[in-house]
């Protein structure tokens, strides 16, 4: 079974910032990862899938790098709406999430 | 639109049942694998049970293989979640989640708004 490892579990950020978000798999999953977001009281969102390529819609501000068992979204300049929880997936498996704060 | 719409979620007893559905629209349902994932209150995502779009292949979360049973029907756009010997563990919204690329087990473009599951005496 591939755990996936988000870090940190809290960015404490302000407006206008730059947040690097990591997920690390505990074996290769190749390109297979995605990132959703999440708010409170709403459904997952998906934004990045096959670890860079950005779901229609989603602003480019949003990036995905990585492969094997090291991957990275960074969002480059933080808006308000950008305050939510992070989380990555493989197939079965996501992680435990990264919660986006406001500093 | 796609369109995903759970129902069937409420309250039950621990090691009772409950049947989830999810009513699908906008696109080609037959095309499409489908799964469940769970959030339980304040915490992660955690997926249950996928199926592919002709239900050749299930796949379940160790933590509710053996108690749940994922199905379709293609016909009525349908999805759905046999549940039974519920667990107090088992208390969490539930979403139907669309793959994004047709019959593939890969990431989940669209999800319902979820239903509640909450099992306690």
């Known amino acids: 079974e591939i755990v996936l490892t988000q870090s940190p579990a809290t960015l404490s950020l302000s407006p206008g910032e730059r947040a690097t978000l990591s997920c690390r798999a505990s074996?290769?999953?190749?390109?297979?990862l995605a990132w959703y977001q999440q708010k409170p009281g709403q459904a997952p969102r998906l934004l990045i899938y096959?670890?860079?390529n950005r779901v229609t819609g989603i602003p480019a501000r949003f990036s995905g790098s990585g492969s094997g068992t090291d991957f990275t979204l960074t969002i480059s300049t933080l808006e308000p709406e950008d305050f939510a929880v992070y989380y990555c997936?493989?197939?079965?498996?996501f992680g435990g999430g990264t919660k986006v704060e406001i500093k | 639109e796609v369109q995903l719409v759970e129902s069937g979620g409420g309250l039950v007893q621990p090691g009772g049942s409950l049947r989830l559905s999810c009513a699908a629209s906008?696109?080609?349902?037959?095309?499409?694998?489908m799964n469940w994932v769970r959030q339980a209150p304040g915490k992660g995502l955690e997926w249950v049970s996928y199926?592919?779009?002709?239900?050749?292949?299930?796949y379940y979360a160790d933590s509710v293989k053996g108690r749940f049973t994922i199905s379709r029907d293609n016909a009525k756009n349908s999805l759905y979640l046999q549940m039974n010997s519920l667990r107090a563990e088992d208390t969490a919204v539930y979403y139907c989640?669309?793959?994004?690329?047709?019959?593939?087990?890969?990431?989940?473009?669209?999800w319902g708004q979820g239903t509640l599951v909450t099992v306690s005496s």
């Open positions: 989640a669309r793959d994004r690329r047709g019959s593939y087990f890969l990431d989940f473009q669209y």
């Open positions: 906008g696109f080609t349902f037959s095309s499409y694998s």
């Open positions: 199926i592919s779009g002709s239900s050749s292949t299930k």
């Open positions: 074996q290769s999953v190749s390109s297979n």
């Open positions: 096959d670890a860079s």
């Open positions: 997936q493989q197939r079965g498996n």
